[in-house]
């Protein structure tokens, strides 16, 4: 299967508009397998929109969106999307073990099973696996839709904003368990995020795109240049640099 071959991830000189509005144009970028990607960028520079590219659910006005050899045309089970607002993401009349099975409903029950219980436990939900979406917090519907895609076994992990609606210690501790679980399983994961720290703590590569319409690559942090430790003076100026790359865009 396509989701077991591919080594790398190219974003091959993609624009995309809607009409005569230009929302993205020219991105060139590529990953190896197993990276976990943030994007940042103002509101209106594309983010959410180039994670649609590359989910299958548009295409590129110009240009290619690649997982090796093969380009992405439509969606496909090999890349899940993971939302902000999980409130419309879960069925609240499914159980926690219902939701995160809906997705492998055709698999033999013994498989299913297994997949479910695997993936509840990575996302510590084994033991809240009767309860419904409404007798849970805001972070356990969060891990809940984690787990129905990780149930999935895709190859990528497509986020937006996932941790945005929550509040800062949640938020802080959700962080720390996907970065667990992206070592653990060795996704590649797409996060798109407004928050510096956030793709500092999570990120092996951190794009930044330029303000809209027509945003493009402004900045591309690779693995090696990403500060591990908030406490020294390269993570400040990392952070800086970040900070000023996020200012208005005034070519556009």
């Given at each position: 299967?396509?989701?077991?071959?591919w080594?790398?991830?190219?974003?091959s000189?993609?624009?995309k508009?809607?009409?005569?509005?230009p929302?993205?144009d020219r991105?060139?970028l590529?990953?190896?397998?197993g990276s976990f990607?943030c994007?940042?960028g103002?509101?209106?520079?594309?983010?959410s929109t180039?994670?649609?590219?590359i989910?299958?659910?548009e295409?590129?006005?110009?240009?290619?969106i690649?997982?090796?050899?093969?380009?992405?045309?439509?969606?496909?089970?090999?890349?899940v999307v993971?939302?902000q607002?999980?409130?419309n993401?879960?069925f609240p009349?499914?159980?926690?073990?219902e939701?995160?099975?809906?997705?492998?409903?055709?698999?033999?029950?013994?498989e299913?099973?297994?997949?479910?219980a695997?993936?509840l436990?990575?996302v510590n939900?084994?033991?809240?696996?009767?309860?419904?979406?409404?007798e849970l917090?805001?972070?356990?519907?969060?891990?809940?839709?984690?787990?129905?895609g990780?149930?999935?076994?895709?190859?990528m992990?497509?986020m937006?904003e996932?941790?945005?609606?929550?509040?800062?210690?949640?938020r802080k501790?959700?962080q720390?368990?996907l970065?667990?679980l992206?070592?653990?399983?060795?996704?590649?994961?797409f996060?798109?995020?407004h928050d510096?720290e956030?793709?500092?703590?999570?990120?092996?590569?951190?794009v930044?795109?330029?303000?809209g319409?027509?945003?493009?690559v402004?900045?591309w942090?690779?693995?090696?240049?990403?500060?591990?430790?908030p406490?020294?003076?390269?993570?400040v100026?990392?952070?800086?640099?970040?900070?000023r790359?996020?200012?208005?865009?005034?070519?556009?």
């Open positions: 299967m396509l989701a077991k071959l080594t790398n991830f190219g974003i000189n993609v624009s508009s809607f009409g005569n509005y929302i993205l991105i060139d590529e990953f190896n397998r990607i994007v940042l103002p509101s209106g520079s594309g983010k180039l994670l649609d590219l989910a299958g659910f295409r590129p006005t110009s240009g290619a690649r997982l090796g050899l093969e380009e992405i045309r439509s969606a496909g089970p090999d890349r993971v939302f607002d999980v409130s993401a879960l009349w499914l159980t926690v073990r939701n995160v099975e809906f997705g492998i409903s055709r698999l033999p029950r013994a299913r099973q297994q997949r479910v695997r993936v436990e990575m939900l084994a033991n809240h696996t009767n309860k419904f979406p409404s917090s805001g972070g356990m519907k969060q891990r809940v839709q984690i787990a129905r990780l149930a999935m076994e895709p190859d992990l497509l937006d996932p941790f945005g609606a929550l509040d800062a210690i949640t501790k959700l720390t368990d970065k667990s992206w070592e653990e399983t060795g996704k590649t994961i996060f798109v995020t510096i956030e793709a500092l703590l999570l990120a092996t590569e951190i930044v795109l330029s303000t319409p027509g945003a493009r402004k900045e942090i690779r693995r090696d240049q990403i500060p591990q430790d406490a020294t003076v390269e993570y100026a990392m952070k800086t640099r970040l900070e790359a996020l200012d208005i865009d005034e070519d556009h």
